[in-house]
């Protein structure tokens, strides 16, 4: 499977556990760090870890996949997921605003995710 495709259902695993304003960035050439970024939101640290926990299961029961770096996950307020190629953030609401990380790429392609 592609990393599109990969990405579009760790965005889809987010959607189930609720998370909110999903976008999934296409970084090709923008970024060395990864090929594709997801950036979501949820209302409590409880939800944000809910979430990242999904992510984990369903990449390791449909890809066997693992998060090369994972960090956060103890505070539950910004959850960084990196799968080499991509990457998941997982934001409260008030620090994806503070942080605003999707305006670090203004040209990237943004897909909204519902």
Known sequence: MNHKNMALRMAQASLDKKAKDIV??????????CDYQI???????RQVSAIALHIEE????????KPTVTEGK????????????????????DLRRYYAIESLWPTAPVEAIS
């Open 39 to 45: 950036v979501c939101s949820g209302d409590s640290d």
């Open 58 to 65: 369903i990449c390791r029961e449909e890809f066997n996949l």
């Open 24 to 33: 999934l960035m296409d970084l090709h050439g923008l970024s060395s760090l």
């Open 74 to 93: 103890s505070t539950g307020n910004w959850v960084l997921l990196d799968f080499s190629g991509i990457m998941v953030h997982i934001f409260l609401d």
